[in-house]
C-alpha cells in the first residue's frame, strides 16, 4: 500500500501533518499487524482482515497516519539481489566535541543503512550494505578513517541476519492485546536504574572468566 482512498486508490499526501494525540487501541493495532504483513493492501481487505466496516478503517488508517504512528510506506528488497551482497556493523568512536562534523559526513554517505548512537565502549553502531568486503574496507579505511570527528572504529561482517521485523507491537507480547483494549497507550516499561556513565558491554571471554570464577 502506497497511499490509499476511501476508493482503494491512491491519494495526494496532505502537507503539515502533525500528531493529533490518537490513543491506540486494540483495532488500531490489529490495523497495524495487518499492514506489516502487507502494506498494499486496499482498504476493503483491510477491514475485512480486522472485521470493521470500511469507512471505518479507512477513517482509523488516516487517524494513525495523521497522529504519525504510520511514518512512511517504502519497499522491502533483497539486498542480495540487489547486488548488495556483504552487511557489517561498524561500531565508532567519536571525539565528543565534534559530533555535528560526524553526523554531517555520515549523511554524505550512501552506503549507510543505519546509524544508532549507543552506551558503552563505542558511541555509535552503523550499518552499512555494500557488493564485497573490499568495499567495506576501502569505506572504513580510506573514508571514514579520514574523517576529523573519527577516533577509532571496529567492524564486524554480519554473516546471516536471522531476523528481521519490519517492526514490532504491544500485541506482540504476551497480555498486549489486553493492553490494547484499555483504548490508551501501552505504558512504557520502567527504566532501569543504572548509573549514566557506568554502562558498559561485557565481552564474551571476560564473561566466561567470570561464570568459571563463580562455578569454581
Request: charge should be positive; aromatic fraction near 4%; glycine fraction near 10%.
Amino acid at each position: 500500500m502506497v497511499e490509499m482512498s476511501p476508493h482503494g486508490g491512491r491519494s495526494a499526501d496532505p502537507s503539515g501533518r502533525i500528531g493529533i494525540g490518537l490513543e491506540l487501541d486494540n483495532t488500531h493495532l490489529k490495523i497495524l499487524e495487518v499492514l506489516r504483513e502487507n502494506g498494499r493492501i486496499s482498504v476493503a481487505a483491510l477491514a475485512e482482515r480486522v472485521g470493521i466496516s470500511r469507512a471505518n478503517a479507512y477513517t482509523r488508517f488516516e487517524a494513525l497516519r495523521a497522529d504519525g504512528a504510520i511514518k512512511r510506506f517504502t519497499a522491502e528488497i533483497d539486498h542480495v539481489r540487489a547486488g548488495l551482497g556483504i552487511t557489517a556493523l561498524v561500531f565508532v568512536t567519536v571525539r565528543q566535541q565534534m559530533w555535528k562534523q560526524f553526523r554531517a559526513e555520515l549523511a554524505r554517505m550512501p552506503e549507510v543503512e543505519y546509524c544508532a548512537i549507543t552506551t558503552g565502549q563505542h558511541d555509535a553502531m552503523i550499518q552499512v550494505r555494500m557488493a564485497d568486503v573490499a568495499a567495506v574496507h576501502r569505506l572504513v579505511t580510506e573514508r571514514m578513517a579520514n574523517i576529523p570527528a573519527v577516533k577509532a572504529t571496529e567492524t564486524v561482517f554480519i554473516l546471516d541476519e536471522v531476523l528481521r521485523r519490519p517492526y514490532v507491537l504491544p500485541t506482540d507480547r504476551d497480555g498486549g492485546r489486553d493492553a490494547g483494549r484499555t483504548g490508551r497507550r501501552p505504558a512504557a516499561p520502567e527504566p532501569a536504574e543504572v548509573p549514566l556513565g557506568k554502562m558498559r558491554f561485557v565481552g564474551a571471554a571476560e564473561g566466561r572468566a567470570a561464570l568459571r570464577k563463580e562455578g569454581g
